[in-house]
């Protein structure tokens, strides 16, 4: 998804919540103030009102958007996972 942000061209989010939005486990004192636990608490940018503790919904790989990564003409900087945490 084409973005403002001023390092990168590019966010995809390839791990998203089946049902919709996002959801990433608290594990640090750092994750405290986790901007994207606040947008994920509004539908309005896709968000699924979850919050990042507890049980994790059911969690699904986009492969559609690492499918498009092969297609791709030009260089471009991709922010991947800016909801969630990969490795988590």
């Known amino acids: ?3 403002n942000i001023q390092w990168t061209d590019l966010t995809d ?3 998203r919540a089946k049902d919709g939005g996002w959801w990433c486990r608290k594990i640090s004192p750092g994750c405290a ?3 994207s636990e606040k947008l994920n608490q509004n539908t309005f940018f ?3 009102k979850q919050p990042y503790s507890g049980q994790p919904p059911e969690l699904i790989l986009d492969t559609e958007i690492i499918r ?3 297609f791709q ?3 471009k900087k991709h922010f991947v996972a800016s909801m ?3 490795f988590g």
């Open 33 to 35: 103030n986790c901007y």
């Open 1 to 3: 998804m084409p973005t």
């Open 84 to 86: 969630t945490d990969v």
């Open 13 to 15: 989010n390839i791990i």
């Open 46 to 48: 896709g968000g699924n």
């Open 68 to 70: 498009k990564w092969g």
């Open 73 to 75: 003409k030009k260089p």
